[in-house]
């Protein structure tokens, strides 16, 4: 059964492209609601077909932009409308009598306070598109526990489920990514027996790069290798870039120092199979695409030891420190270096379980099983009706 799925979410987001180009494949028709990079990133980068939806401007009153998104989602025919990363115009779906099925998807600072303080309306709004879902999902049980419990009590029963983000196992095979591996080694100018240690999450305040570059300079990794830090080329990032540059001279690792430009999702496999090791330090977090990634590329990760994280990063398969503890991060950092056979066992444990658990394609099953149930479940409401 084809459906017509109407992704929402971050227009950012490489997951949203991901979804987006993975249910293309699979012959249904997506539509991409304010998501024009989104939309363009699935064709050129995917070479899968979708189309776009712009919902009018912010300054038309809410209830007509509603009633306007009623009429071109009846229009297009749309089955189900996947709701990524909540935010508080999302209740434009919620509201919305005789709207399709809402999916919704939380991502983490949508609806964990510790990260980002939102205003009592923004809360509120997030709770009613919560509380009108068809479905939900999250990718940690945490976040999981904390969506359904900002349901509220009068929300009916719905399907509440992990769906891990997961990693595309051909396209993330350590075989296929060394030559870009090697190229990427090459521009970056790392020189043949460096070890390399890198930083893959986002460059923002949160992410906590500047104590990961701390415990670089602190550790063996300073004297060995070479620390690198992905950027993400996001409009929020420079300021902080220019804090991590100003450290780097601050803490006299210049020379052991790389940040690597933004590139294509079709390279991050060469970029993350460059790495002997990759550092992850937030803490409050779901469980990102990118440890499946580097699980699969057999890169051991070294970790905040956050409850997100259970199932997932366990201490057999990555080093884990507790948050903020820089002592402990030097040392796990060291770890790796004064014992030769962690890292290969870590990244073999690594390798099964990402095989086992997180495969895509997996995940991509969930989300259309999840879909249809929606479709039914709505139908059925609706028939029940006087």
Known sequence: MRLTVLLHGDPKATQQARLGAALAARGHRVILCDAPDIAATIRREYGQRCEELR???????????????????????????????????????????????????????????????????????????????????????????????????????????????????????????????????????????KRVLLSPRQTKPHYHVDRILRAFAASRWAREGVLVIKLYGRHDEPAYVRKLRSLVRELGVGDGVRFAEPCPYGDLPGLYAMADAAVSLLEVDGVPSTFCELAAL??????????????????????????????????????????????????????????????????????????????????????ERP
């Not at 051909?170 to 990514?177: K, W």
């Not at 056979?341 to 099964?352: T, V």
């Open 55 to 193: 919902l009018v401007s912010s300054l038309v009153p809410h209830a007509l932009r509603r009633l306007w998104a009623r009429r071109r989602v009846r229009e297009l025919g749309v089955d189900v409308v996947h709701l990524n990363f909540l935010r508080p115009w999302h209740d434009l779906w919620s509201r919305m009598q005789g709207g399709p099925p809402i999916i919704a998807t939380a991502w983490g600072s949508d609806i964990n306070p510790e990260v980002f303080r939102r205003p009592p309306w923004t809360v509120r709004r997030v709770n009613h598109v919560l509380s009108h879902a068809s479905a939900v999902t999250a990718d940690s049980v945490p976040l999981l526990a904390r969506a359904r419990a900002r349901r509220g009590q009068p929300a009916r029963a719905v399907p509440c489920e992990i769906v891990l983000w997961g990693v595309d196992l051909a396209t993330f095979d350590r075989q296929r990514a060394l030559d870009t591996a090697a190229r990427f080694r090459r521009e970056l100018g790392i020189e043949p027996g």
């Open 298 to 383: 057999g890169v051991p990760i070294v970790s905040s030891d956050l409850p997100a994280y259970e199932g997932v990063l366990d201490r057999d398969r990555a080093l884990l420190v507790p948050p903020a503890d820089h002592a402990a991060l030097v040392a796990a950092l060291d770890r790796l270096i004064d014992e030769p056979e962690l890292g290969p066992r870590l990244a073999e444990r690594g390798r099964a379980w990402a095989v086992e658990r997180a495969d895509w394609q997996r995940c991509v099953d969930q989300f259309e099983a999840l879909y249809r149930a929606s479709i039914v479940s709505t139908a059925a409401t609706a028939g």
